[in-house]
């Protein structure tokens, strides 16, 4: 997608100077989000997702609620990182803290959630 709209590098795209406030939703505006999901829908969208997810649970919550289809949360990198980096230098419990932030995912509705923790996720889970 970034390589679609000319945001992959520093630069522009058409000649016009590129930044997310080009080709991302307003943050502050869960009634533009909630809209371009109805728009989505209407395009044929089989289910919808959130990225990133923590800062949005109560998109991913609103969504839901609004058109009951499947909805995604999409844990991105960053997210990933704060927990993993938290862990390793501010003696953060990795395990607990992961569980804890995939279940808000839970919690606030999403049938799914990608994540870059997904292996670290099942070996926790599975011990």
């Known amino acids: 997608f970034r390589d679609a709209v000319g945001a992959g590098s520093p630069g522009s795209f058409l000649g016009a100077p590129l930044d997310k406030k080009t080709y991302q ?3 502050r505006n869960v009634l533009e989000a909630l809209h371009e999901c109805a728009l989505d829908l209407e395009e044929g969208a089989d289910m919808l997702m959130v990225k990133p997810g ?3 649970l109560d998109v991913i919550y609103r969504v839901k609620e609004t058109f009951k289809v499947p909805t995604f949360a999409y844990q991105v990198s960053g997210e990933y990182s704060m927990i993993k980096l938290a862990a390793q230098h501010a003696g ?3 395990a607990k803290t992961l569980l804890e932030s995939l279940i808000a995912f839970k919690r606030a509705g999403a049938d799914g959630i990608l994540t870059y923790a997904a292996l670290d996720a099942l070996k926790i889970l599975k011990d």
């Open 92 to 94: 953060m419990d990795y």
């Open 54 to 56: 923590l800062p949005y």
């Open 25 to 27: 939703m307003d943050s």
